[in-house]
Structure formats: structure tokens, C-alpha cells
């Protein structure tokens, strides 16, 4: 009876190994290469992009099989968003590219797109060089100046992507200095705001900010302001118009907000539509309306002054272009743009070229 019961007992084992053995060899083998050929793009929210075939995704973390740092996990709470590589538009002579190192400038504007490290650019304009680097996954540094080396400006810019890929936000400025253009005197600024929607092949920037600009010199004038009413004349004579201020009005300092409205959008495998467009309300002086009425025996009867304004010139800046890309570290830009100001208009046509540093 012992002994039926040892041989029974050790056949009851057999049979549970043997089991196992088969439940390991049906289940599902996470590291095991997937039969998908696909190389996928994921972009992690640090600004990191990976290429390669994705082996496995249990709803907590990615396995993709890069070509140059073999297998890596991915935490889903990581990942921005992952697409399938598209050949015919990321790859450009054997190299993978997403966007492009130019694609996080307009004309003169920029989106909230970061500039990735290792993907400086250097801009050569008709008016003089400048150069962006980033320091930081949100931040880069950038100076301009003009050819002859003065003025210089310094730029700085700072965004940040969301929970949805396609909508940004960012920070910018702009701190100017005439240089030894009027013994440094001269300087101004401009700070704003924006936000993008897109990627960085097609989309939008909507951007809101406030310049200023004070060209060194000391100019002033009193602007005399009188009092809004009507004034009869005696006997023809100019009557005496009560002065309600005198506010003295700089020729050298304006100031002025601005709206801008850019984008781009790839039309080709080697081109891009650029649109750049700016609104800007300059303020400068006050304007009160003083109306002389005259009568029929063509003496002055009546003085009527309106309430006094403070002056403002909208100017509206248009810049469309097209950027030329044939390899991934250079580029040519061309813009017609136009100024439109409510007494004229003139064309300013633009050209640059890209480079990457």
C-alpha cells in the first residue's frame, strides 16, 4: 500500500511538470521579436525620439529594438505620441528625419517648437547673421546682429508641449542694444507669448506681445491739450483756448503692442509654404481734433476742440515665402513681404539661408 502510494504521488508530479512545461511554452513570450516589419517614431515629452520596431506594449511600457542602442523599455506615462515611420516624407538620404532643424522659424517670428540639441542653426539675412543653439529640451539662446555688426539683439525662448502632440506654448524676448551705434545709448525689447498647433512639418503660432524702443536721443516736445468744448469767436477773433495739459511727447521712444499670426506647411518633399504676418499699434504724441467754422461772410465764428486721443499708427507687417531644403543642413528662404501703414505702403523683400552648426 506505501508503495502504490510513493509511485502514485511521483506519477502526480510528472504529470504537473509536464503541465507547466506546456502552459510556459503557450504563453506569450513579451521578448520575443513581433512580426510587425513597421519601424514606429515615439517621441517621449523630454523632446527624445526613438526609431525602430516595436516588439511588445503590455499598456505599462514599449519594447522598441533601435538600430543604435539595441532594445529599450519605455514607460507609457513617458510617451508624447508614436506614429509609423512614413519613408517617402522622414527619410532623406539614408537619414531619419522628423521635422527638419529649421522647422522652429518663420520669417522673423518663431513657433513653440524646441530647437534640439545638436541642432543648432545659423540664419543668413540681407540685413546681417544670427545664430540659435539650445541649452536646455525647452530652451534656447540666440543672438543677431547686422552686418555691419551693430545693433545686436539677444534671444531667448521657452516652451512647453502638452498632453495633446499637436498644441504648444512657449515664451520669448528679445533684449536690443544700438551697439556703437550712439555710444550704446540706444535699446529696446520685445517680449510675447504664443501658442502653436501642428507639427513641425504643417502648422500654426498665434503670438501677443509688447515692443519698445528708445533710439538714444533726447528729443522732446510739450504737446499742449485744451480743453474739449466750442469757442465763439468776438468780432472774428480767435478765441482763447482754455489749456487743460501739457504732456511732454518724445520723438525718440515708442512703444507698441503686437499681434502676430504664423505658419508653414510642407508642399512638397523639398519645400515649404512660410507665412509670417504681424499687427502693429504704435502709440507716439496725442491727437485732439480742433475744428474752425466760418460763416457765410467768411469770418470765424466758432472754435469746436474734441477730445484729445492719444495717436496710434497700425502698421501691418506681411511676410509670405517659400523655404527650399534640399539636404538636411542647409536651406534657402525667400519672403515678398510688404509694410502697410495707413498714409503708404512699400515692398520688403527678403532672402535667407539656413545652416546647421
Not at 508614436?82 to 519613408?87: A, G, S
Not at 515665402?321 to 515678398?336: C, D, P, V
Request: aromatic residues 12%.
Amino acid at each position: 500500500m506505501k508503495t502504490r502510494l510513493h509511485f502514485s504521488t511521483l506519477l502526480s508530479i510528472c504529470f504537473l511538470f509536464i503541465g507547466c512545461l506546456q502552459l510556459h511554452a503557450q504563453a506569450p513570450n513579451t521578448s520575443a521579436p513581433s512580426s510587425d516589419t513597421t519601424k514606429y517614431l515615439v517621441v517621449k515629452y523630454d523632446g527624445n525620439e526613438y526609431v525602430g520596431l516595436i516588439l511588445s506594449d503590455d499598456g505599462r511600457e514599449v519594447l522598441i529594438e533601435t538600430k543604435s542602442l539595441g532594445k529599450i523599455y519605455i514607460p507609457k506615462s513617458d510617451i508624447k505620441s508614436f506614429r509609423p515611420v512614413d519613408y517617402a516624407e522622414d527619410i532623406a538620404k539614408g537619414e531619419f528625419s522628423t521635422a527638419g532643424v529649421f522647422t522652429t522659424r518663420y520669417q522673423f517670428t518663431t513657433n513653440c517648437f524646441p530647437i534640439k540639441k545638436g541642432e543648432n542653426y545659423a540664419m543668413l539675412n540681407l540685413y546681417g547673421p544670427e545664430v540659435h543653439f539650445a541649452v536646455h529640451k525647452d530652451f534656447s539662446v540666440g543672438v543677431m546682429s547686422t552686418w555691419i555688426g551693430s545693433p545686436m539683439a539677444l534671444a531667448l525662448k521657452y516652451t512647453r508641449g502638452t498632453s495633446n502632440p499637436k498644441i504648444n506654448y512657449g515664451v520669448g524676448t528679445l533684449f536690443g542694444t544700438s551697439g556703437y551705434i550712439n555710444q550704446g545709448s540706444g535699446f529696446g525689447g520685445l517680449h510675447w507669448g504664443m501658442i502653436t498647433y501642428g507639427d513641425r512639418r504643417n502648422n500654426a503660432t498665434l503670438s501677443i506681445g509688447y515692443g519698445y524702443l528708445n533710439d538714444g536721443g533726447n528729443d522732446f516736445y510739450n504737446e499742449i491739450i485744451y480743453v474739449p468744448g466750442t469757442y465763439s469767436s468776438v468780432s472774428g477773433a480767435y478765441p482763447i483756448l482754455p489749456i487743460q495739459d501739457i504732456q511732454p511727447v518724445s520723438t525718440s521712444r515708442y512703444k507698441a503692442p503686437i499681434i502676430g499670426l504664423a505658419g508653414q506647411a510642407k508642399v512638397g518633399k523639398k519645400a515649404s509654404f512660410i507665412y509670417d504676418c504681424m499687427m502693429i499699434s504704435a502709440t507716439s504724441g496725442y491727437d485732439q481734433e480742433i475744428d474752425n467754422q466760418y460763416g457765410s461772410n467768411g469770418q470765424l465764428q466758432q472754435v469746436v476742440v474734441g477730445q484729445v486721443k492719444q495717436n496710434r499708427q497700425q502698421i501691418l507687417i506681411i511676410m509670405p515665402g517659400m523655404r527650399f531644403q534640399r539636404t538636411e543642413n542647409k536651406a534657402f528662404q525667400i519672403s515678398l513681404a510688404g509694410v502697410i501703414t495707413a498714409k503708404r505702403s512699400f515692398p520688403l523683400p527678403m532672402a535667407s539661408w539656413f545652416y546647421r552648426i
